[in-house]
């Protein structure tokens, strides 16, 4: 309990901006209501004069219809008055866009001048000149190598390139050179009478 109530409120989003805006949208809209409803009574009255003037009631028509024109008037201003309302929400809406884009780049900057301190334009041109020296030291070494081989150890390594390439030799057998002696078949008869004792035996 004590904590729900200790409980620090987060800071409200809403801006002093956003305040503004909105009741700047209220009187807006409660002038177009105020719009809307004048404009239904003016035409109302309209008829009524037209109604009057029919009834010979010439003095009241006239009476109904400057009523109208001033109220006629007080729309006019209502419509003024809308438009400004309305420009006001425009600039201010577009003032809190500038905003945002002002603190973007404030962000952004802020960013660049950390990074330009962490690695300053001396580190830079050291970093540039070490690795000129890196590549400038492989290139001497690669000409001393090269001028070292003779014909001979080059051939050698590319042989031994190709060994590595094509995986190890495997050592085969020689063929042998004699020729082979044939071993004569057995005759037919001495054959079968060595199967026969055999047959025997299987059928006992």
Known sequence: MGNVFGRKSRPSRVTDQDKAILQLKQQRDKLKQYQKRITSQLEKERLLAKQLLKDGKKEKALLLLKKKRYQDQLLDKT?????????????????????????????????????????????????????????????????????????????????????????????????PTEPILEVPEAEPERREAKNKPDREMLAA
């Open 79 to 175: 419509e003024n008055q809308l438009s400004n309302l309305e420009r006001m929400v425009q600039d201010i809406e577009f003032m809190q866009i500038e905003m945002k884009v002002i603190e973007g780049l404030k962000v952004g900057n802020d960013c660049l001048k950390s990074m330009h301190e962490i690695m300053s334009i001396e580190d830079v041109e050291r970093i540039l000149d070490e690795t000129q020296e890196s590549i400038e030291y492989q290139r001497q070494i690669d000409e001393m190598l090269a001028g070292a081989l003779t014909q001979e150890d080059e051939d050698a390594v590319l042989a031994e390139l190709e060994s590595i390439t094509q995986g190890d030799d495997v050592a085969l057998p020689e063929v």
